[in-house]
């Protein structure tokens, strides 16, 4: 949602629905709040997945990569009551007389300095692939790498559980000592930490592509103002301040270039930065807003207009020229966001804002959520998962659906609402 300010008049030129611009203010490097730390609640989960039996792991491991594997929309868990007496591992046993009931069974061992061997052994052919994986300061990124590598096997897609997620927390919204703050954490919302803090909103985070920094829109000026911040130093750098608006910051994938929608001749249209030199390069020129860019490789931007009589997506050469319209379906669709060759956004349809998914390319789309007024769309790096902002409760929290729609997740906070999620790159 936008700042109160700015509302009135968002509202005017998207027919009622508020543009995703960004505004956030000063900064708390990495501060640990324990209260930030989000809920996680799977509501759906598929039984039409691949059926997998995960044993239990001293440390608690197995827990994190079932609900991992849960989320994924892939995966069918089998109960452990299911299959009784499977041996520790190490032990040997015969995993073809489990066959009717699960097509995989994982195995585990914590090793003493926090590293976890993991099993995966077919039931179909009772052959085994063995991982080991190395401790971490964070305990939990050690069973997030697991199951990485058991999706990424069965699968042959690359897992993303070990992955972060930024995300915005607002707390007194109703009083005058709101807080805004934006958190950084593990991608099923454990071990948050803050890097920004304000009594101005804090919206739209997005991730430079080696993972390290975080773009925004800070209003510490008394005006829109595009910061990049480096989330492990806290070295902060202004990228714009130019006169109007300055929003929706977006990285190329080489890091090189940040995209952005800037009003500089009064009507907001898509430029790029070049991050080293800070050189501006006007990409699109329209009488109409342009906004919401987002990276399609290196060499194209989609981004939101209204140019076509109501917000639509559209795909131009991040060199710029004639730009190429991508939706048709529903009158609103906006907010794009594009990972391994899919796209995710926001489509309007009789008053209700819900998130859908397409391949690049294709005519057809996917509906992916149900609430009444889902916002800001975020796709895991391999495409498999989207987190978006939903209201629920009369709250606005976070939730997580795959793309297959087949798994659903909430991500609540007790601290207050939580919103404008942005999925992190692959952590190096």
Do not use: C
Request: glycine fraction near 8%.
């Amino acid at each position: 949602m936008i700042d109160d300010r700015q509302s009135e008049k968002s509202q005017k030129k998207w027919g009622g629905v508020l543009l995703n611009l960004t505004f956030l203010i000063a900064f708390m490097f990495l501060m640990p709040l324990a209260h930030a730390e989000l809920e996680l609640h799977i509501t759906k989960t598929t039984q039409e997945g691949i059926p997998i039996y995960i044993a239990n792991i001293s440390g608690g491991a197995n827990g994190i990569i079932e609900a991992d594997l849960k989320r994924s929309g892939r995966f069918d868990i089998v109960p452990r009551s299911t299959i009784a007496n499977i041996p520790p591992m190490g032990a040997s046993f015969n995993a073809g007389s489990y066959q009717d009931k699960a097509d995989f069974i994982v195995r585990g061992k914590q090793a003493a300095d926090g590293g976890l061997s993991i099993e995966l052994t077919s039931t179909s052919d009772n052959a085994k692939t063995f991982y080991t994986i190395s401790t971490n300061t964070n305990r939990r990124r050690v069973a997030h790498k697991a199951a990485d590598k058991i999706y990424e096997k069965i699968t042959r897609e690359k897992g993303a559980f070990d992955t972060r997620l930024a995300f915005v927390t607002v707390t007194n919204k109703a009083s005058s000592n709101r807080k805004f703050r934006l958190y950084i954490s593990d991608s099923d919302g454990y071990n948050p930490q803050a890097i920004l803090t304000s009594r101005e909103p804090i919206m739209s985070p997005t991730w430079s592509p080696d993972g390290k920094k975080l773009a925004y829109v800070s209003f510490e000026r008394n005006s829109p103002a595009i910061y990049m911040q480096d989330i492990f130093t806290g070295e902060k750098r202004l990228i714009s301040a130019r006169e109007g608006i300055n929003s929706a910051p977006a990285w190329s994938p080489d890091g090189n270039y940040i995209a952005m929608s800037l009003s500089i001749n009064g009507n907001p249209d898509i430029y790029t930065s070049n991050v080293a030199s800070g050189a501006l390069k006007q990409i699109t020129t329209s009488s109409a807003i342009d906004t919401e860019p987002v990276w399609s490789g290196t060499n194209s931007i989609i981004f939101t207009s209204n140019r076509g009589g109501g917000p639509q997506l559209y795909r131009v050469s991040s060199n710029g020229g004639k730009a190429q319209r991508l939706t048709f379906d529903a009158y609103y669709n906006s907010a794009a966001d594009v990972k391994n060759q899919k796209l995710a956004f926001i489509t309007g349809k009789r008053g209700s804002f819900h998130v859908a998914i397409k391949s690049l390319g294709d005519t057809g789309r996917d509906i992916l959520s149900n609430g009444p007024l889902d916002e800001s769309p975020s796709l895991s790096p391999n495409g498999a998962m989207i987190a978006y902002t939903t209201i629920r409760n009369g709250q606005n929290t976070l939730s997580v659906v795959s793309d297959n729609a087949k798994s659903r997740q909430f991500l609540t906070s007790p601290a207050g609402d939580v919103r404008e999620p942005a999925w992190s790159p692959y952590l190096r």
